[in-house]
Structure formats: C-alpha cells, structure tokens
C-alpha cells in the first residue's frame, strides 16, 4: 500500500463559497488507504488538540466519507477519548435533502430519532460553525487553561 501527497490549486467557480481554495489531495492506490489517511487526521490525541472534521458540499466520494466518519464517532473508534466536532456545511440548503431522507429513515424505524443529529452539527454559514467551534472547545477544555480564540477570515485577533 502506498500513499503520496500531491498539492494542487484548484478553483471552484461554480460553488461561489468555495472561492480559489487551495485541495490537498491524498492519492493512494486504494481507497481504503485514503480513508485510514482520513480518519487518523481527525483523532485528537491531547486536550490541545484542535480539529474538526468539516463537510462540504461536493460529491458522492464526499457523501462516502461523511458517513464512514458518522459510523466511526458512533462505535467510538473516533473520539472515545477526545471528541471531535463534525460539522456539516449546509450551505445553499445544498444537504437538505439528505437531511429529510435521514429524518424519513428515522419514520421508517432504520435509524435511531436524533442518531444522524448527535453525531454531526449542521451550519447554513460559516459564522454557525466558527460559533459552535468555538463553544465546543471553550466548553470540553479545562476552564483554567487559556482557550484559543476563532477568528474570521476578514477578522485579525488585534481587532
């Protein structure tokens, strides 16, 4: 199995949130290795660690890993020990369909009422999930540790 990393710049015209993002892509010879690459990045392995696994709305290999990650944090293989928050960017309403088949699931007895809802938050803006990151790691750290403040993007932390 090998693994290289490759970076390319690509620009996403045609999603005007994703405006000349920079994509690290992980190429591997099989998928599998990408989603063992995928999910290693997101286990935080001390209370100082701070990450988040963040959906956007982009295709079918995205919707794979969304739910690869839903069903590691459920069986507790991803945090057990340090949870992670995983944010779903519902931007343009782009998830809402898959939200209501989730919902039409629960109706149908497959999944559990709140099971989707407990894993994941699901943001319409990025002031949602700068918010909700910011009250995940104010509230899962140490009151008397010194907590780091989120920025916007247009915002500089002498402001």
Known sequence: MTASHTQE?????????LC???VIKLCCRFYSARK?????AVVRSNDFDKTAIVALPIGIGTLDEMFEIMALIQLERIGLEHSVPFLLMNYDSFYSKLLDFLNDCQDWG?????????LWKVCNRHSEALAHLEEFYCN???KSRSVT??????ESPSS
């Open 9 to 17: 710049s690509e620009t996403y015209s045609h999603f005007p949130f």
């Open 20 to 22: 000349c993002c920079v």
């Open 36 to 40: 063992h690459g995928l999910a290693d």
């Open 110 to 118: 497959t999944v559990s009422k709140g099971e989707a809802a407990s």
């Open 140 to 142: 899962s750290s140490d």
């Open 149 to 154: 403040k989120l920025y916007r993007t247009y």
